[in-house]
């Protein structure tokens, strides 16, 4: 029996293994930036295709 628990011996990295965890908690808020946006008011002037492209479309300036 002495023989066999001296070849038993386990190696450092299992004594590393049973100590690992993972830590699963979310991490803290973070301070987030408000942007502006902005809406386009769009017509569509024409439609020569069935998918419209830039130049079927009028638009003003954001607001």
Not at 37 to 54: D, I, Q, S, V
């Amino acid at each position: 029996m002495e023989e066999r628990n001296s070849s038993a011996r386990p190696r450092s990295a299992a004594y590393a293994a049973d100590n690992f965890y993972l830590d699963n908690r979310n991490p803290a808020d973070r301070e987030t930036r408000g942007w502006d946006f902005f809406y386009k008011h769009c017509k569509l002037m024409g439609r020569e295709n069935t998918a419209p492209n830039k130049a079927d479309w009028d638009c003003t300036d954001p607001k």
